[in-house]
């Protein structure tokens, strides 16, 4: 079962999948928590590697035809 930060995590990576931007470079080190109390708040840094489609449902395309190539 994932934890409550890896629901946070991969909602925020997905809104930003949505919007266009992909990261380019996520790991562990770029992920910061902002604690509040016992509530945590996931905040990604360095976006030095992303990069911002033109088409947003872009990605989605490309990750669909990843998918089927792998298996």
């Known amino acids: 079962m994932k934890s409550k930060v ?3 995590l ?6 930003l999948h949505k919007s266009g931007v992909i990261h380019g ?3 562990k080190a770029k ?6 109390g016992r509530r945590a708040r996931v905040l990604l840094t360095d976006f030095i590697h992303s990069k911002i489609l033109k088409d947003p449902d872009e990605f989605q395309k490309r990750e669909k035809k ?3 190539n792998y298996n």
Do not use: A, H, Y
Request: aromatic fraction near 0%; proline fraction near 0%; avoid cysteine.
């Open 66 to 68: 990843r998918i089927k």
């Open 25 to 27: 470079d996520l790991k």
């Open 6 to 8: 890896e629901r946070k």
């Open 31 to 36: 992920i910061l928590l902002r604690m509040s």
């Open 10 to 15: 991969k909602r925020r990576v997905d809104r």
